[in-house]
């Protein structure tokens, strides 16, 4: 019995075992299965906090981009208020901060040379700043007397009671006299040639007064009405719509497709004379150069699409001329421009400009102006650095009006740039190179600063030469006649038409750099233009405006 309880308690302990491994065993896949679940909720977890990371990281970047759109747009719409409301000069301003024109040379790193250099030419130039301030004073407005050269018509009135009865009068001698400016109205009127034939009673010889040469053969249009048309146009910016209805009521009805061949019949007048005038210009050794636009109909995508003049201003003799290519603004056109001048060429910081540094022969100058407007922008932005850079640009123009003053020559001018304005810009050129890390580089201070040292080699070279100048103003106000005509008449009828423009605008734009009345002397070629079609002895040069006044014709 003893063994037989012994066997029983045996098999109910191993019973017992094999329940509590069960147990076990249970217990320990229950657990790995909440093990399991449990790695599964941190992998869902973690994939949730990433894509919460993710979708915090693609917020801020979309927050980031949307503030710069909005600094941009801001940036624009003050611009554009100042530009429709606000006084767009661009004028230096005085730091309201008097520190601020200060030079911190422990930031530039200058060896004591350069430092002594440059704080005396700006305390020179402070000093002369002083000097040149004149007291303001108060213009009273007079009232300008009328030219002399106009004509006189008198106008007398008597006392009431003195006409009829002028005996029983005595008049002073001490009249009262008053002017006033009248208008006659334009005229148009039909000139009539009659050539005469006759015969000499000695010889038998049959003669007809010989043909007048007419600008445009065939045509009844005459050189007053060809040249009331193009300067109307061209200098008053009155489109040719404008004009036919200016003619009608005057009495005269011109088709406008008549009005248009007669302007490209004038262009091809003065295309010998604008070849030779690009020829002058090309032929000094210092000039500027700018484009603008001019909208061009493209009749194959019934849009206008965007075409480019280029201007050239020779700074020697100050002719000017533009030209057309197909409307391209890339580099090969600057290539082809220029590709056989030698000498100076000023222009904005326009990349495509850039390839004329490699050219042998061709020394290239930058504009302070376009630098300085960069900075004008970023006042609103960074106020600080922007007066800071304002005024240092302020005292290279304060050493171009010292000179002016003193009325130095080109060679006085360069040795007080090379004393006072060359250590002025290294001094600017430092600061801008340590104050670069320190902004945006997308920023409007971050592009002021980048436009100036991506600049900089050019910028300075106007040290180099007294005839040099600081910027391009002048042939930028060369190119205004483009900018305020397409607003009239809106675009060129095809490539052709801005080709044809641009050779009427060159010429016009020689009137105005000589001093010449624009409708003098354009009737004054088109009347002596046919003159030169057969003798080439002649040079067309004695027909341009500045030739012309110089020879005392105009």
């Given at each position: 019995?003893?063994?037989?309880s012994?066997?029983?308690?045996?098999?109910?302990?191993?019973l017992?075992?094999?329940?509590a491994?069960?147990r076990?065993?249970v217990k320990?896949?229950r657990?790995?299965?909440?093990?399991?679940?449990?790695?599964r909720?941190?992998?869902?977890?973690?994939a949730?906090?990433?894509?919460?990371?993710k979708?915090?990281?693609?917020?801020?970047r979309?927050?980031?981009s949307?503030?710069?759109r909005i600094?941009?747009?801001?940036?624009?719409?003050?611009?554009?208020?100042r530009?429709?409301?606000?006084?767009?000069?661009?004028k230096?301003r005085?730091?309201d901060d008097?520190?601020?024109?200060k030079?911190?040379?422990d930031?530039l790193?200058?060896t004591p040379e350069?430092?002594?250099?440059v704080?005396?030419a700006?305390?020179?130039?402070?000093?002369y700043?002083?000097?040149a301030v004149?007291e303001?004073?108060?213009r009273?407005?007079?009232?300008q007397k009328?030219p002399?050269?106009?004509?006189r018509?008198?106008?007398?009135?008597?006392?009431?009671?003195y006409?009829g009865h002028?005996?029983e009068w005595?008049?002073?001698?001490?009249a009262?006299?008053?002017?006033?400016?009248?208008?006659?109205?334009?005229?148009l009127?039909?000139?009539?040639?009659?050539?005469?034939k006759?015969?000499?009673?000695?010889?038998?010889?049959?003669?007809?007064a010989?043909?007048?040469n007419?600008?445009?053969?065939?045509?009844y249009?005459?050189?007053?009405?060809?040249?009331?048309?193009?300067?109307?146009?061209?200098?008053d910016h009155l489109?040719?719509?404008?004009q036919?209805?200016?003619f009608?009521?005057?009495?005269?009805?011109?088709?406008?497709?008549?009005?248009e061949?007669?302007?490209h019949?004038?262009?091809?007048?003065?295309?010998p004379?604008?070849?030779r005038?690009?020829?002058?210009?090309?032929?000094?050794d210092?000039?500027?150069s700018?484009e603008?636009?001019?909208?061009i109909?493209?009749?194959?995508?019934?849009?206008?699409?965007?075409g480019?003049?280029?201007l050239?201003?020779?700074?020697?003799?100050?002719?000017?001329?533009f030209?057309?290519?197909?409307?391209?603004?890339?580099?090969?056109?600057v290539?082809q421009?220029?590709?056989?001048y030698?000498?100076?060429i000023?222009?904005?910081g326009?990349?495509?400009?850039?390839i004329?540094?490699?050219?042998e022969?061709?020394?290239t100058?930058?504009c302070?102006?376009?630098?300085?407007r960069?900075?004008?922008?970023?006042l609103?932005?960074d106020?600080?650095?922007?007066?800071y850079?304002?005024?240092q640009i302020?005292?290279?123009?304060d050493v171009?009006?010292?000179?002016?003053?003193?009325?130095m020559?080109?060679?006085?001018?360069?040795?007080?740039?090379?004393?006072?304005?060359?250590?002025?810009?290294r001094?600017?050129?430092?600061?801008?190179?340590?104050?670069?890390?320190n902004?945006?580089?997308?920023?409007?201070i971050?592009?002021?600063?980048?436009?100036f040292?991506?600049?900089?080699?050019?910028l300075?070279?106007?040290?180099?030469?007294?005839?040099?100048l600081p910027d391009?103003?002048?042939?930028?106000?060369s190119v205004?006649?483009v900018?305020?005509?397409?607003?009239?008449y809106?675009?060129?009828?095809?490539?052709?038409?801005?080709?044809?423009?641009?050779v009427?605008?060159?010429?016009?734009?020689?009137?105005?750099?000589a001093?010449?009345d624009f409708?003098q002397w354009?009737?004054?070629?088109?009347?002596?233009?046919h003159?030169?079609?057969?003798?080439?002895?002649?040079?067309?040069?004695?027909?341009?405006?500045h030739?012309?006044?110089?020879q005392?014709i105009?």
């Amino acid at each position: 019995m003893s063994e037989t309880s012994n066997q029983k308690a045996l098999i109910e302990q191993l019973l017992s075992d094999r329940d509590a491994e069960f147990r076990r065993a249970v217990k320990a896949e229950r657990q790995l299965k909440e093990f399991s679940d449990a790695k599964r909720m941190q992998a869902d977890y973690e994939a949730r906090l990433a894509e919460k990371e993710k979708a915090i990281q693609e917020r801020d970047r979309a927050l980031e981009s949307k503030e710069s759109r909005i600094a941009q747009l801001e940036q624009k719409l003050l611009y554009l208020e100042r530009k429709m409301w606000g006084a767009m000069s661009e004028k230096r301003r005085i730091p309201d901060d008097p520190n601020q024109l200060k030079l911190d040379f422990d930031l530039l790193e200058m060896t004591p040379e350069e430092e002594e250099t440059v704080r005396k030419a700006v305390e020179e130039v402070n000093e002369y700043r002083k000097v040149a301030v004149k007291e303001h004073e108060k213009r009273v407005p007079v009232r300008q007397k009328l030219p002399d050269n106009l004509r006189r018509v008198e106008e007398h009135i008597y006392p009431d009671g003195y006409l009829g009865h002028e005996d029983e009068w005595i008049l002073f001698g001490d009249a009262e006299t008053s002017e006033h400016l009248e208008l006659q109205p334009a005229e148009l009127y039909v000139r009539v040639t009659i050539r005469h034939k006759g015969m000499r009673k000695e010889t038998k010889e049959i003669v007809t007064a010989p043909v007048q040469n007419e600008p445009i053969a065939k045509s009844y249009a005459s050189a007053s009405l060809l040249t009331d048309l193009m300067v109307g146009k061209y200098v008053d910016h009155l489109p040719f719509y404008r004009q036919v209805q200016m003619f009608k009521r005057l009495g005269v009805c011109i088709p406008p497709s008549t009005i248009e061949v007669w302007f490209h019949d004038v262009a091809d007048l003065m295309r010998p004379a604008y070849y030779r005038l690009r020829e002058l210009v090309l032929s000094t050794d210092y000039i500027q150069s700018d484009e603008t636009t001019v909208p061009i109909i493209d009749n194959e995508k019934h849009r206008t699409v965007k075409g480019y003049l280029w201007l050239v201003r020779s700074m020697v003799n100050g002719l000017v001329f533009f030209a057309y290519n197909e409307g391209s603004r890339g580099a090969k056109v600057v290539l082809q421009l220029f590709k056989d001048y030698q000498g100076a060429i000023q222009t904005d910081g326009y990349a495509g400009y850039n390839i004329l540094e490699k050219q042998e022969g061709i020394t290239t100058l930058g504009c302070w102006v376009h630098t300085r407007r960069y900075f004008d922008r970023a006042l609103t932005h960074d106020k600080a650095r922007a007066e800071y850079a304002l005024a240092q640009i302020g005292m290279l123009y304060d050493v171009e009006s010292m000179a002016d003053d003193q009325h130095m020559d080109t060679l006085q001018r360069m040795e007080l740039r090379k004393r006072l304005a060359y250590p002025i810009i290294r001094a600017f050129e430092k600061w801008c190179i340590c104050e670069q890390g320190n902004v945006l580089p997308k920023s409007p201070i971050g592009k002021a600063i980048g436009y100036f040292l991506n600049n900089s080699r050019r910028l300075v070279r106007y040290t180099m030469d007294g005839r040099y100048l600081p910027d391009t103003n002048l042939i930028e106000n060369s190119v205004r006649p483009v900018a305020v005509g397409r607003k009239n008449y809106l675009f060129c009828g095809n490539h052709d038409a801005a080709e044809d423009a641009a050779v009427i605008y060159s010429l016009m734009g020689c009137c105005k750099a000589a001093d010449v009345d624009f409708k003098q002397w354009m009737n004054y070629f088109l009347n002596h233009v046919h003159e030169y079609d057969s003798d080439y002895s002649k040079d067309l040069v004695n027909l341009l405006p500045h030739s012309l006044k110089k020879q005392g014709i105009i």
